[in-house]
């Protein structure tokens, strides 16, 4: 993987893990809405660079699949933090 490439991926993790704990007190906020989450990681890092919405799914995908965040069983389209 080219090493600007590895950069952004590991920029979208930080930014995507940051998620619940800068925009809420004492990491109240457990949850987010997928078109919410993804506005706030665009805002993040647009500085830097432009992610594109399919890597930032990429990454949420690889998320899910660390057990970091799950996807809400009762509400489509919305993703809960769980660590």
């Known amino acids: 993987m080219h090493e600007s490439r590895v950069a952004h991926y590991n920029s979208l993790f930080a930014a995507l893990s940051r998620l ?8 109240t906020r457990k949850q987010m809405r ?3 989450l993804v506005a706030e990681v665009i805002s993040q890092l647009s500085a830097r660079f432009k992610p594109r919405p399919n890597d930032i799914k990429k990454r949420v995908e690889a ?3 660390q057990e970091y965040m799950e996807r809400d069983p009762n509400e489509r389209g919305q993703y809960n933090y769980k660590a």
């Not at 619940?20 to 990491?27: G, L, N």
């Open 63 to 65: 998320l899910i699949e």
């Open 34 to 36: 997928h078109n919410l």
């Open 20 to 27: 619940p704990v800068c925009r809420a007190p004492q990491k």
